[in-house]
């Protein structure tokens, strides 16, 4: 993995509580399911990327209902 700014991501800052977050960082996909999610965030803590000093981890899907054509965006 290597280390991503604001810019390249092209994201905005975070706000949570008393803290701020530029946007940039390491980012790893999560793939499309549950089972894969799992396996990308055990091979994350077995590989010291996750450990007792991570300041915050961010997470963001997007779903779509192709029903009612509705995106849903989580952060």
Known sequence: MQFQSASDLGTLSVIVGWSAFDGGGYVSDLG??????GDVVYNLKEDNWID????????????????????????
Request: hydrophobic content about 50%.
């Open 32 to 37: 499309y399911d549950i089972k894969t999610a």
């Open 52 to 75: 007792r000093h991570t300041r915050a981890i961010i997470v963001e899907a997007v779903v779509f209902e192709p029903a009612t054509n509705l995106f849903a965006h989580i952060r």
